[in-house]
């Protein structure tokens, strides 16, 4: 039996305990608040003036050390952007299309040593993903950026195109009579692929064509940061899809659904929300990420031409901020200083609400399965 | 470990032992970014065998190197120019007498592939590259592929030296690849048929340097001041300082053989 002293102590203790794990986790809260109050109290310096704000999101004119200096952030922006959505378009598919093998393909005990392998790549620092861009995979694009581009393109579709090639056609003779199907399946099959090969042939021989003059511009760094987001999206995805449960599967099975149509049709609109959240997880990976692109973008303040053309070099924020801060930070409160918290801040509120809409769908996914 | 501890309590006590003295030896630097690699260096250099002096190096830009020694905020100023006139006059104005040492040059070589068969290009015709009016090779007499820009950051000392010299009026163009150091500028160079770069003289193995207005890009050249992207660079001091004193010591250390190799471990051209 406890004395009451000692349960005094007790109370005391446990109030002490809780009280200072509140204390570290209002700190890590109030980091974020006061981040955020300090880029923002640094970047509105910056807009002196409507001029400004129009010359930052509207000009394409980079030039901050000459004399009169011109602020135009609209290429760094679109660079951004124009990466991110490189990335996006690597990680998102691939990532996915990972995570439902892990989740509902392979067998347990491959998937055991699969999945840390996949989670690894996020564990092999930025500066040497940088580092491979700039001195391995460059280079190479410039030797033979053409053909690489063209097996690529080649492997990834091929595949892809002939499987829905093959359901299609199953679905167009679906709808004749039983008589000809057979015959009309293989002729609308023979049709369709011979059309489908032709023109994989002949995009993959433009590809091979290309010449890369430069081989740091947007595609090796969305590349390179696509595989850097890789792992988020697996691992969120691959946690979404396992969530939905086994319950949804096998009944999926009894109704008479086929694995394809179970996965496609039950599972991953189940896992929707977990999904999205895993892409925009994803995203803000590759937005946020800075020595990479600082290393393998080229770094040239320019909307490429034309503007989906991921062969040209581009210039994102975070590089820019990296690159820039040692000098301008020389001169604090110079409009070159203030103009990399602008940017700073677009970053901050971009990956906020970007956080924002995950946090909401993750939770909605939760409570649909629950 | 041991000896770590043995190394900190010693500069704890020799530095007790100098303010009881009252003479903190303190040297404040401050000024070009381009010269503070060299100012840094000399300051290393110059604490290990003095550990009781303390030199502290900002890179804050030219201007602010002049300001520091019209004002006197610093001790030494770093410039990669000469002083202006107006400043010259503000520091008569203020009783000050600005005392120039040249203490090295800093040199640019412009580079191309080695399979680039383009030996030399104008002034002009640099110019030009780089503010993208010219747009081809073949222009300049070389094969026709599309000129491949490399800039250093313009963060950088040597991006400094090359905009004031060469596009000094124009903007580079919006093409240029912006690297973050010279080993990145001849890594890219190396690797890329069609890029052309400038890397600090001591920077330009395995790649090809061209020659500008015909003159070679050599340590001599620019010492004769017949090269024609290349500037001096200079400390300042507040009068001639007296030679045995800290100051004077650190100042003048680019006349002694160490100083000579420190500043070529830079990537500039040490004077004779």
Not at chain 1, 261 to 272: M, N, R, S
Not at chain 2, 162 to 175: C, L, M, P, S, W
Not at chain 2, 260 to 267: D, I, P, R, S, T
């Amino acid at each position: 039996m406890l004395s009451r002293a000692a349960n005094r102590n007790q109370r005391l203790a446990r109030l002490l305990g809780e009280g200072f794990l509140l204390l570290v986790t209002s700190l890590s809260m109030l980091a974020v608040v006061f981040i955020l109050i300090f880029i923002a109290r640094d970047a509105f310096p910056f807009f002196t003036s409507w001029e400004r704000v129009r010359e930052f999101f509207g000009s394409v004119a980079w030039y901050p050390t000459r004399q009169p200096a011109e602020f135009g952030a609209l290429s760094i922006l679109f660079g951004s952007a124009l990466v991110t959505l490189g990335a996006a378009l690597v990680a998102i598919p691939l990532g996915l299309a990972a995570a439902v093998c892990l989740s509902d393909v392979l067998p347990f005990h491959i998937r055991q040593y699969v999945k840390p392998v996949v989670e690894m790549l996020a564990a092999i620092p930025s500066v040497a993903y940088g580092f491979f861009a700039l001195v391995v995979f460059a280079p190479a694009l410039q030797e033979r950026g053409g053909p690489m581009l063209a097996w690529a393109f080649w492997l990834v579709l091929t595949p892809i195109v002939f499987l829905t090639v093959l359901v299609v056609s199953d679905l167009a003779a679906a709808r004749l009579a039983e008589k000809v199907r057979t015959v009309a399946r293989a002729v609308v099959f023979a049709a369709l692929a011979a059309l489908a090969g032709w023109l994989l042939w002949k995009t993959g021989r433009l590809l091979y064509g290309l010449e890369i003059s430069s081989g740091t511009n947007a595609l090796n760094a969305a590349l390179i940061l696509g595989l850097m987001a890789l792992p988020t999206m697996v691992s969120v995805a691959e946690d979404a899809l396992q969530a939905t449960g086994r319950d949804l599967r096998m009944a999926s099975y009894a109704l008479g659904a086929t694995r394809a149509e179970t996965l496609i049709k039950v599972v991953i609109p189940a896992a929707g929300s977990g999904i999205l959240a895993a892409g925009i997880l994803a995203i803000m990976r590759a937005v946020g990420e800075t020595m990479v692109v600082w290393m393998a973008s080229g770094n040239a303040a320019r909307i490429p031409e034309p503007w989906f053309n991921f062969l040209d070099p581009v210039r994102t924020l975070t590089a820019t901020i990296a690159g820039d801060m040692g000098e301008a930070d020389q001169s604090a409160g110079s409009a070159h200083y203030h103009v990399l918290f602008a940017m700073a801040l677009v970053l901050l509120v971009f990956s906020l609400v970007c956080n924002l809409v995950s946090e909401h769908m993750l939770a909605r996914t939760r409570r649909r399965l629950r | 470990m041991k000896k770590q501890i043995l190394i900190a309590g010693l500069m704890a006590l020799s530095l007790t032992a100098a303010q009881a003295a009252g003479d903190p030896k303190k040297i404040v630097v401050d000024g070009s970014t381009t010269v503070g690699p060299i100012a840094k260096a000399f300051a290393e250099y110059y604490m290990k065998a003095h550990p009781d002096v303390n030199i502290t190096v900002s890179e804050s830009g030219s201007g602010n190197g002049a300001k520091g020694i019209i004002n006197g905020a610093c001790d030494v100023g770093t410039l990669s120019r000469a002083m202006k006139t107006e400043e010259l006059e503000a520091a008569k104005g203020k009783k000050r007498n600005p005392v120039q040492h040249t203490i090295a040059f800093d040199g640019l070589a412009v580079v191309v592939h080695p399979s680039n068969p383009v030996q030399s290009l104008s002034k002009d015709q640099l110019r030009d590259i780089f503010t993208g009016e010219i747009k081809s090779w073949q222009e300049v007499g070389g094969p026709n592929l599309k000129i491949v820009v490399i800039s250093r950051d313009t963060n950088s000392g040597t991006y400094e030296t090359f905009h004031e010299q060469v596009t000094k009026a124009g903007r580079i163009t919006d093409r240029a690849e912006y690297v973050g150091s010279n080993g990145a500028v001849r890594q890219r160079v190396q690797s890329t048929p069609a890029a052309i770069g400038y890397v600090g003289l001591a920077f330009t193995e395995g790649l090809k340097p061209v020659t500008i207005n015909g003159i070679e890009a050599t340590p001599e050249n620019v010492l004769a001041k017949k090269y024609p992207i290349s500037r001096g660079l200079f400390m300042y001091t507040a009068g001639e300082p007296a030679a045995g004193t800290a100051l004077g010591d650190y100042v003048n250390l680019y006349k002694a053989a160490d100083g000579k190799k420190l500043v070529a471990e830079q990537g500039f051209v040490p004077v004779q």
